[in-house]
């Protein structure tokens, strides 16, 4: 047994060029195929901790579009529109309302973050209910503001290494030359919270003028209540749109299902040329050996050695080119990540991408499997040639 696997590996050497590009073939149509499946994986995890990490079911933001209501939050939309904070006391009267969390997001560009400036992110957030619901933060450094009142800050990860600040530094609001103390730094989370500076919501209204208004409520409804019978209530509030942060998690896997039936498409095209290429380069074999397997033949072995023979080669070539597709998909996963993103509209934190050894198994399962069946016209192909007409081949 051990035998034949030698002369199926000689046989491929002799003709080297075609072999390699017949697996370089292979590899390709397999990293196309791992990275995808590592994509359906990665991004609904992705996507899914975003929501998760919010620590609340549903967002009412001022009326506008729900899309931009989402993405005020999932992403930190600078679009910003007002409500009025009673609104806020009037949710809290539900029943069904376990707490919420009156939030005040804006956005100001700093000259002195990078060489051409950028948006600084301040969250006024309520100290008494928003550490609640991100149960998930840990201090690198420090602890949340107490008074509601206070020219405090919390800053995250990134936030505090672009600034350089730790517990204790003051920073400057650009524009309002506003000082706020650094009283605490978030560990790195993953999410968008690491960017954000959180400053109590008042000190947020004072400063930017703002009295009596929010640009979102989180809402944390209790377990036992159904969310939907919460969410038609609030449609009946004055100048405000209710955003169930579920069905914007459906929403955009929805639409990016149908880009992924699109690549997909695109993966199983390429899976397909690459088993042409299969058929081809084990055909041409098997042609350019006519007489050799002729002379095999008539020495004694029979067509299920020869099958067995050149069906070996197959998956050979099969083999190599998934073990290289592998290696191509976890060497060139951070590239796939970023061209990922640069295509979609949305994209949480976090990787797009996570390729694991069942998903890798299930690749390579897949390119060998239909491999093999690609091998087995010219497996049979050679299982039946004929010793005699080799023979005359060679005379003529």
Same mark, same amino acid.
């Given at each position: 047994?051990?035998?034949?696997?030698q002369?199926a590996?000689k046989n491929?050497?002799?003709?080297?060029?075609r072999? /390699?590009?017949t697996?370089?073939?292979i590899?390709?149509?397999?990293w196309v195929?791992?990275?995808?499946?590592?994509? #359906?994986k990665? !991004?609904e995890?992705?996507?899914n901790?975003?929501i998760d990490?919010?620590?609340?079911?549903?967002l009412?933001?001022a009326k506008?579009?729900?899309?931009?209501?989402a993405?005020l939050?999932?992403k930190g939309?600078t679009?910003?529109?007002?409500?009025?904070?009673?609104?806020a006391r009037?949710?809290?009267r539900y029943s069904e309302v376990?707490v919420?969390?009156?939030?005040?997001?804006q956005a100001v560009? @700093?000259? #002195?973050k990078g060489e051409?400036?950028?948006?600084?992110?301040?969250l006024?957030?309520?100290?008494?209910?928003?550490?609640?619901?991100k149960g !998930?933060?840990?201090f690198?450094?420090g602890?949340?503001?107490?008074d509601?009142n206070a020219?405090e800050?919390?800053?995250?990860y990134?936030?505090?290494?672009l600034?350089?600040?730790?517990?204790g530094?003051k920073?400057l609001i650009p524009e309002?030359n506003?000082?706020?103390?650094?009283?605490?730094?978030?560990k790195?989370t993953?999410?968008?919270?690491?960017?954000?500076?959180f400053?109590?919501f008042?000190?947020?209204?004072?400063?930017f003028g703002?009295?009596?208004k929010?640009?979102?409520?989180g809402?944390?409804v209790?377990? #036992?209540?159904r969310?939907?019978?919460?969410e038609q209530k609030? !449609?009946?509030l004055?100048?405000?749109q209710?955003?169930s942060?579920a069905?914007?998690?459906?929403?955009i896997i929805?639409?990016v299902a149908t880009?992924r039936?699109?690549?997909f498409?695109?993966a199983?095209?390429?899976?397909?040329?690459?088993?042409?290429?299969v058929v081809?380069t084990?055909l041409?074999s098997?042609?350019?050996?006519?007489?050799?397997?002729g002379?095999?033949k008539?020495m004694?072995?029979?067509?299920?050695?020869?099958f067995?023979? /050149?069906?070996?080669?197959?998956?050979?070539l099969?083999?190599?080119g998934g073990?290289?597709g592998?290696?191509l998909a976890?060497?060139?996963?951070?590239?796939t990540d970023i061209l990922i993103r640069?295509?979609?509209?949305?994209s949480p934190?976090?990787?797009?991408?996570?390729i @694991?050894?069942?998903?890798?198994?299930i690749?390579m399962?897949a390119?060998i499997?239909?491999?093999l069946?690609?091998?087995?016209y010219?497996?049979?192909?050679?299982?039946?040639?004929?010793?005699?007409?080799s023979i005359?081949?060679q005379e003529?």
């Amino acid at each position: 047994m051990i035998r034949i696997w030698q002369i199926a590996y000689k046989n491929l050497l002799r003709k080297k060029v075609r072999s /390699i590009l017949t697996i370089t073939g292979i590899a390709m149509s397999a990293w196309v195929l791992v990275s995808l499946l590592g994509f #359906n994986k990665g !991004y609904e995890n992705a996507l899914n901790r975003d929501i998760d990490s919010m620590g609340y079911q549903v967002l009412v933001a001022a009326k506008g579009c729900p899309y931009e209501a989402a993405t005020l939050m999932l992403k930190g939309g600078t679009g910003l529109r007002y409500m009025d904070e009673s609104i806020a006391r009037d949710i809290q009267r539900y029943s069904e309302v376990k707490v919420i969390t009156p939030m005040v997001m804006q956005a100001v560009f @700093d000259p #002195n973050k990078g060489e051409s400036g950028g948006i600084s992110a301040y969250l006024g957030v309520d100290p008494k209910t928003f550490p609640g619901m991100k149960g !998930y933060f840990q201090f690198q450094q420090g602890k949340w503001f107490t008074d509601p009142n206070a020219a405090e800050a919390v800053m995250g990860y990134e936030a505090a290494e672009l600034e350089q600040r730790e517990v204790g530094d003051k920073i400057l609001i650009p524009e309002k030359n506003v000082e706020l103390a650094v009283v605490g730094v978030l560990k790195r989370t993953g999410t968008q919270d690491d960017g954000t500076i959180f400053v109590p919501f008042r000190t947020v209204q004072r400063v930017f003028g703002v009295a009596g208004k929010l640009t979102a409520i989180g809402v944390q409804v209790d377990k #036992n209540a159904r969310i939907a019978d919460v969410e038609q209530k609030m !449609y009946d509030l004055p100048d405000v749109q209710v955003v169930s942060l579920a069905q914007v998690k459906q929403t955009i896997i929805s639409l990016v299902a149908t880009a992924r039936v699109m690549v997909f498409s695109i993966a199983v095209i390429a899976v397909l040329i690459a088993m042409v290429g299969v058929v081809n380069t084990i055909l041409m074999s098997v042609f350019e050996r006519f007489q050799e397997i002729g002379i095999l033949k008539s020495m004694g072995a029979l067509p299920g050695d020869v099958f067995r023979l /050149i069906w070996i080669e197959t998956f050979i070539l099969c083999l190599l080119g998934g073990i290289a597709g592998n290696a191509l998909a976890l060497g060139l996963v951070r590239v796939t990540d970023i061209l990922i993103r640069r295509l979609l509209p949305y994209s949480p934190t976090g990787s797009l991408v996570m390729i @694991d050894l069942p998903l890798a198994s299930i690749a390579m399962a897949a390119i060998i499997g239909v491999g093999l069946l690609s091998g087995l016209y010219p497996a049979w192909k050679a299982a039946r040639i004929r010793p005699i007409e080799s023979i005359r081949s060679q005379e003529a």
